[in-house]
């Protein structure tokens, strides 16, 4: 019952909102990306599309919906970001901010279609 609970529970956390408060920490707080933080960075990347491709793999409707919105707020949330360091602070984009807005467009693009995948599978659909 309690790996039920837990599994359930890491199927509602949006994964994907860890690197934009990561960028946004190390925006706030003047740190550079470069080294360690842009290394913490790209395991934090790769951790969370391993999350996020986990998760989508079976789940309902109402998960799929949140799923669906949470992507789609944390694109837009990084791209508001991008546009705001470019634009506003005149700070060049490094590796490490490329690679973060890469990790939240391929969540966005990707679980969506594993879901649909897999539901497509599990209604029997195209047998």
């Known amino acids: 019952m309690a790996s039920s609970s837990a599994a359930s529970f890491f199927n509602k956390i949006p994964w994907t909102f860890l690197i934009i408060i990561y960028l946004v920490t190390a925006q706030v707080a003047a740190i550079p990306l470069d080294g360690v933080p842009g290394f913490v960075l790209i395991g934090l990347g790769v951790f969370v599309l391993f999350a996020e491709f986990f998760k989508s793999g079976d789940i309902g409707l109402s998960v799929f919906m949140m799923d669906v919105v949470t992507s789609v707020i944390g694109l837009v949330a990084a791209t508001v970001l991008l546009c705001y360091l470019v634009w506003e602070m005149g700070q060049p984009l ?29 209604f029997g659909v195209g047998q």
Request: aromatic residues 24%; proline residues 3%.
């Open 94 to 122: 490094t590796f490490y901010h490329w690679f973060g807005y890469t990790i939240l467009l391929g969540d966005t693009i990707f679980s969506p279609l594993n879901s649909f995948r897999t539901a497509l599978r599990n």
